[in-house]
């Protein structure tokens, strides 16, 4: 009877176990109502908007750098990423600072929503339009609250022909 108990406390904690692995923290923000949302293992620090110096011929979303305690972030505007029209920053834009690698980047989000857990039944694989067609940058989409979030992959973001643009140090 003891060695049964021990048996089920055992299967529960690992039936546990098995659910916190199965399971990670996503930011979540929004980019002209649409949800998306980034490991929060690769964010570093969010931000409201500041000064940002211009440098010449970046492509178009890459709209200069931010100076964060000494160091050069370079700013992304997730809008004009996913062209998207460009729209005035307000009280609610945010940047999300992330670190992939050694590369630290600012992304210019319309608002920052929550920190949620999104455990692995929770996504679904990013369909497919035609033959030819992916979407790079969403590695998943996650249903949270009857709501559909696109789970983003950083680095495909940053690494979309532009790497030597986003070498800025």
Known sequence: MVIKMAEEIT??????????????????????????????????????????TFIPNLPPFIIGVINLRGKIVPLVDMRLKFDK???EYDDHTSIIVTETGDLGVGFIVDNVNDVTNVSKNQISDTPRFAKDTTNNFVKGIAT??????????IEKILSDG??????IK
């Open 11 to 52: 299967v529960k904690n690992n039936t546990s176990a098995n659910e916190n692995i199965s399971t990670e923290k996503y930011l979540t923000f929004f980019i002209e109502g649409q949800l998306f949302a980034i490991p929060s293992s690769q964010v570093v620090e969010i931000i409201r908007m500041q000064s940002i």
């Open 85 to 87: 029209p460009k729209k």
């Open 144 to 153: 949270l609250n009857e709501n559909a979030v696109m789970l983003l992959d």
């Open 162 to 167: 532009n790497e030597a643009q986003l070498s």
